[in-house]
């Protein structure tokens, strides 16, 4: 019997494809998840296991092309699927463009003459040209773009909202058609590993291989697994180490930070490959030292979501990132919980640092005074020269460790390391009332954003439902298009005291159990109801029931403390000693 992997590039896609497996009885179908170089190797580790056929999605897809020689089966875009997609993004008030290979865009184009949908459709040639055409839309005054994986990963690294184009159940059986013709073609075609690849996939060094084209045409294991979620290509640093080393047909050294550490790339030409390694510099020594990666967290990748929301108030907060991240002075920024505070400044560290510097948090809720001290010594402000800092919930710090970190401040002012911080909204009560140091305040916001709740900017609520649909459309399917008008009311009458995060997890909870293509009333009043019922304040006599698993009683805990606290994550997450998304994490 043909032995098949089906290997899908975002979650959505595995569930439909488990559905279909029940119903195939003549091909042993075996679903991996794996985008991009995570899906190539996987299906290199297959190809030893005597797969017969891979199947997978778009830019995935061809890159398991160049790296087996089993035959790969492409599940092509059908024009179900485009047309899916676009009933999803009509509800958009944003100008939209759908970018991709001829075989999306063509049927795409007709599609959206046909309903007189004003959407843009740009076909491409090359994954190459994904970048430049989505900075040119966006010169354009583009914000939504739709396409394919790689597409979608550009999209939200320009800062744009990216819309992915799910395949559905007939695109798959279709892919299921072909690759029983290609088993019968190829049969049972299996190659040789050659020695050579063993040898380099046992190498402690992550090794890479570009071809003239500056195209990758070989990783080993340990690039795959240290580098599978970037792109490396799309790298405009390695890209340029590339396309130097080919130029000058001499070796290049750079030094970059990626993964939480820094990388020594070293490149050189063989014949006419680039072969680039990749060796670890300067291992983290500060993260073992201090041990608690709670309080402090060290990031390689931060989160690419474009701001949204059309208000005044929102479009002065977006001008204000924008200025900032032109200077290198700290900025301040206050508001209440939950509500974009770290969104802001992920966003000006990577208009600042393009994630080439580190990118530090000190949960200052949770942080020790000697943690702060070991930290933040001599050795840290050298390796971390040009890094930003972010002190998030920095009003929680305790008056003598406030003191602490104005003198370290001091000391080091001379130094290029720079400061984010975020807080509520009292802090000018808290310096009134001596709780609050004033010449750490100076220091800490030179510049000052304040983001206003979001029951002060109802009408943002619209464009954040849909942000989030969308986003959560790959992860969890492609069921859930849009959501009716009365039941965006309902969202937009509540008060939303944890601001767009509570929002993002309501609109979670309804794609999950949405019954239908749209969010309905009746599904938003439940879950509002739901939510006013633990506003209310908790009753304490209320056992905890033991009967559970651990993390069923752990999670009980969680709510009874949540609910104690007046639903105030931060408090809540303080007095439970961990950090904010831990105690997300936990109530998932
Ligand atoms: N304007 C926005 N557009 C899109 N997503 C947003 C926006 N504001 C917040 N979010 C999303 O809402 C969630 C909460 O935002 P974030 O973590 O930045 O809040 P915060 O103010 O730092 O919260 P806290 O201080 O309570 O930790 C994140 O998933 C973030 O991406």
């Given at each position: 019997m043909m032995k098949a992997l089906v290997i899908v590039?975002?979650?959505?896609l595995l569930e439909l494809m488990k559905e279909i497996q029940q119903e195939v009885e003549d091909i042993q179908l075996h679903i991996e998840l794996g985008n991009l170089y995570e899906g190539v190797a996987i299906a290199k580790d297959a190809e030893q296991h005597g797969y017969h056929v891979i199947i997978s999605r778009g830019g995935t897809a061809s890159m398991i092309q160049e790296a087996v020689s089993i035959p790969v089966i492409d599940i092509q875009v059908s024009g179900y699927d485009v047309l899916r997609i676009l009933t999803l993004v009509k509800g958009f008030s944003r100008k939209a463009a759908i970018v991709g290979f001829s075989n999306i865009t063509q049927g795409a184009a007709t599609i959206c003459e046909l309903l007189d949908l004003d959407i843009k459709t740009l076909t491409i040639?090359?994954?190459?040209e994904v970048t430049e055409t989505l900075a040119n839309l966006k010169n354009l005054g583009y914000e939504v773009i739709i396409g394919d994986v790689v597409t979608v990963q550009s999209a939200k690294q320009l800062g744009l909202t990216g819309v992915l184009i799910t395949s559905g159940k007939e695109a798959i059986l279709d892919a299921l058609e072909e690759a029983r013709r290609s088993y019968h073609l190829f049969s049972r075609l299996q190659q040789d590993v050659s020695i050579f690849q063993a040898i380099l996939d046992g190498n402690e060094q992550a090794i890479a291989v570009f071809n003239k084209e500056e195209a990758l045409v070989y990783a080993n294991e340990r690039f795959n697994q240290e580098?599978?979620?970037?792109?490396?290509?799309?790298s405009p640093d390695l890209k340029k180490i590339i396309h130097e080393t080919a130029l000058t047909r001499e070796k290049q050294t750079i030094t970059l930070h990626m993964n939480h550490v820094f990388w020594k790339i070293t490149t050189c030409l063989k014949e006419d490959s680039i072969i680039m390694y990749f060796d670890k510099n300067l291992p983290d020594q500060v993260m073992a030292q201090n041990g608690d990666a709670n309080a402090i967290e060290f990031h390689t990748s931060v989160s690419f979501t474009p701001f949204s929301g059309k208000t005044e108030q929102i479009q002065k907060v977006l001008k204000q990132i924008d200025q900032y991240s032109k200077s290198e002075a700290s900025v301040w920024i206050s508001g209440e919980?939950?509500?974009?505070k770290e969104l802001a400044v992920h966003t000006i560290y990577l208009n600042r640092k393009k994630m080439k510097e580190a990118f530090i948090t000190l949960h200052?809720?949770?942080?020790s005074e000697e943690q702060l001290k070991n930290l933040l010594n001599e050795a840290f402000f050298e390796r971390y020269a040009n890094g930003v800092v972010y002190l998030k919930n920095?009003?929680?710090?305790s008056p003598s460790m406030q003191k602490e970190l104005s003198q370290i401040l001091t000391q080091n002012e001379a130094k290029k390391l720079q400061w984010l911080a975020s807080s509520e909204d009292n802090i000018e009560e808290k310096m009134k009332g001596g709780l609050f140091d004033r010449v750490l305040y100076a220091a800490l916001a030179e510049l000052k954003i304040q983001i206003p709740p979001l029951r002060e900017r109802r009408s943002d609520i619209e464009d954040l439902v849909h942000v989030f649909i969308s986003e959560f459309h790959p992860k969890y399917g492609n069921k859930v298009v849009g959501i009716r008008q009365d039941a965006l009311e309902e969202l937009k009458n509540?008060?939303?005291?944890?601001n767009v995060q509570q929002l993002k997890q309501v609109i979670e909870q309804l794609f999950l159990e949405a019954s239908s293509y749209y969010i309905e009333k009746n599904e938003v009043e439940a879950v509002l109801k739901q939510l006013k019922q633990q506003e209310?304040?908790?009753?304490?006599?209320t056992p905890i029931d033991l009967s559970g698993t651990l993390e069923e009683i752990e999670k009980q805990v969680i709510v009874k403390v949540l609910e104690e606290e007046g639903m105030n994550q931060s408090k809540a997450a303080k007095r439970l000693g961990i950090n904010r998304s831990t105690l997300w994490r936990k109530l998932k």
């Amino acid at each position: 019997m043909m032995k098949a992997l089906v290997i899908v590039p975002y979650e959505g896609l595995l569930e439909l494809m488990k559905e279909i497996q029940q119903e195939v009885e003549d091909i042993q179908l075996h679903i991996e998840l794996g985008n991009l170089y995570e899906g190539v190797a996987i299906a290199k580790d297959a190809e030893q296991h005597g797969y017969h056929v891979i199947i997978s999605r778009g830019g995935t897809a061809s890159m398991i092309q160049e790296a087996v020689s089993i035959p790969v089966i492409d599940i092509q875009v059908s024009g179900y699927d485009v047309l899916r997609i676009l009933t999803l993004v009509k509800g958009f008030s944003r100008k939209a463009a759908i970018v991709g290979f001829s075989n999306i865009t063509q049927g795409a184009a007709t599609i959206c003459e046909l309903l007189d949908l004003d959407i843009k459709t740009l076909t491409i040639t090359k994954d190459s040209e994904v970048t430049e055409t989505l900075a040119n839309l966006k010169n354009l005054g583009y914000e939504v773009i739709i396409g394919d994986v790689v597409t979608v990963q550009s999209a939200k690294q320009l800062g744009l909202t990216g819309v992915l184009i799910t395949s559905g159940k007939e695109a798959i059986l279709d892919a299921l058609e072909e690759a029983r013709r290609s088993y019968h073609l190829f049969s049972r075609l299996q190659q040789d590993v050659s020695i050579f690849q063993a040898i380099l996939d046992g190498n402690e060094q992550a090794i890479a291989v570009f071809n003239k084209e500056e195209a990758l045409v070989y990783a080993n294991e340990r690039f795959n697994q240290e580098f599978q979620w970037m792109k490396i290509e799309s790298s405009p640093d390695l890209k340029k180490i590339i396309h130097e080393t080919a130029l000058t047909r001499e070796k290049q050294t750079i030094t970059l930070h990626m993964n939480h550490v820094f990388w020594k790339i070293t490149t050189c030409l063989k014949e006419d490959s680039i072969i680039m390694y990749f060796d670890k510099n300067l291992p983290d020594q500060v993260m073992a030292q201090n041990g608690d990666a709670n309080a402090i967290e060290f990031h390689t990748s931060v989160s690419f979501t474009p701001f949204s929301g059309k208000t005044e108030q929102i479009q002065k907060v977006l001008k204000q990132i924008d200025q900032y991240s032109k200077s290198e002075a700290s900025v301040w920024i206050s508001g209440e919980e939950g509500i974009g505070k770290e969104l802001a400044v992920h966003t000006i560290y990577l208009n600042r640092k393009k994630m080439k510097e580190a990118f530090i948090t000190l949960h200052c809720d949770i942080v020790s005074e000697e943690q702060l001290k070991n930290l933040l010594n001599e050795a840290f402000f050298e390796r971390y020269a040009n890094g930003v800092v972010y002190l998030k919930n920095i009003d929680q710090l305790s008056p003598s460790m406030q003191k602490e970190l104005s003198q370290i401040l001091t000391q080091n002012e001379a130094k290029k390391l720079q400061w984010l911080a975020s807080s509520e909204d009292n802090i000018e009560e808290k310096m009134k009332g001596g709780l609050f140091d004033r010449v750490l305040y100076a220091a800490l916001a030179e510049l000052k954003i304040q983001i206003p709740p979001l029951r002060e900017r109802r009408s943002d609520i619209e464009d954040l439902v849909h942000v989030f649909i969308s986003e959560f459309h790959p992860k969890y399917g492609n069921k859930v298009v849009g959501i009716r008008q009365d039941a965006l009311e309902e969202l937009k009458n509540y008060d939303w005291p944890g601001n767009v995060q509570q929002l993002k997890q309501v609109i979670e909870q309804l794609f999950l159990e949405a019954s239908s293509y749209y969010i309905e009333k009746n599904e938003v009043e439940a879950v509002l109801k739901q939510l006013k019922q633990q506003e209310k304040p908790a009753d304490p006599l209320t056992p905890i029931d033991l009967s559970g698993t651990l993390e069923e009683i752990e999670k009980q805990v969680i709510v009874k403390v949540l609910e104690e606290e007046g639903m105030n994550q931060s408090k809540a997450a303080k007095r439970l000693g961990i950090n904010r998304s831990t105690l997300w994490r936990k109530l998932k």
